[in-house]
T-cell receptor
Framework: AQSVTQLDSHVSVSEGTPVLLRCNYSSSYSPSLFWYVQHPNKGLQLLLKYTSAATLVKGINGFEAEFKKSETSFHLTKPSAHMSDAAEYFC????????????FGKGTMLLVSP | NAGVMQNPRHLVRRRGQEARLRCSPM?????VYWYRQLPEEGLKFMVYLQKENIIDESGMPKERFSAEFPKEGPSILRIQQVVRGDSAAYFCASSPHPDSYEQYFGPGTRLTVT
């Protein structure tokens, strides 16, 4: 069984300051991990993915995440927040056991103030 | 190359009516996944289909819900005798093959049951 815990339901930052969205996972197999972003009333867009290659993964829009097996974490970071980053972010895990069904965290709403 | 298409984008049904949600996968994709997003929740897996086959329906409610992906045409998620608790956003995703851990999401259908 696999599960994802996003530790914060809301994160508030000021524009230009760093962003940290926390995610812990559990998985029976070697997992693939993803971060998706959802803007209001829009679909989901893939930010980045980890699939057992480099542990530091770079994604779109300046986001990156580091896979830490010892801590079972996959936190999302960005050095400097932009107003357009305000959205909901989902950490997602997929077991590498055949076909992949995705298990989503409950989401973290990122609020960016000027 | 058009992305995953879902229609309608918004659907309002009265209690007891039927809801039919459509999903056209990306060109060349023959694997379709349906997810449901309840308010304040992450997405929950419902069903995984290949052309003319249901592969995994472990996330589908036992009654009133059904899904199909015919040889021709879009995938359909059908909810019979809708109740207020069915109000949610329903997302479809597609992938080109089963061990592709990256799924491409549509914009979702927001179902409101009055």
């Amino acid at each position: 069984a696999q599960s994802v815990t996003q530790l914060d339901s809301h994160v508030s930052v000021s524009e230009g300051t760093p962003v940290l969205l926390r995610c812990n996972y559990s998985s029976s197999y070697s997992p693939s991990l993803f971060w998706y972003v959802q803007h209001p009333n829009k679909g989901l867009q893939l930010l980045l993915k980890y699939t057992s290659a480099a542990t530091l993964v770079k994604g779109i829009n300046g986001f990156e995440a580091e896979f830490k097996k010892s801590e079972t974490s996959f936190h999302l970071t960005k050095p400097s927040a932009h107003m357009s980053d305000a959205a909901e972010y989902f950490c997602v895990v997929s077991d590498n056991g055949g076909y992949s069904t995705l298990t989503f965290g409950k989401g973290t709403m990122l609020l960016v103030s000027p | 190359n058009a992305g995953v298409m879902q229609n309608p984008r918004h659907l309002v049904r009265r209690r007891g009516q039927e809801a039919r949600l459509r999903c056209s996968p990306m060109k060349g994709h023959s694997h379709v996944y349906w997810y449901r997003q309840l308010p304040e929740e992450g997405l929950k897996f419902m069903v995984y289909l290949q052309k003319e086959n249901i592969i995994d329906e472990s996330g589908m409610p036992k009654e009133r819900f059904s899904a199909e992906f015919p040889k021709e045409g879009p995938s359909i998620l059908r909810i019979q005798q809708v109740v207020r608790g069915d109000s949610a956003a329903y997302f479809c995703a597609s992938s080109p093959h089963p061990d592709s851990y990256e799924q491409y999401f549509g914009p979702g259908t927001r179902l409101t049951v009055t």
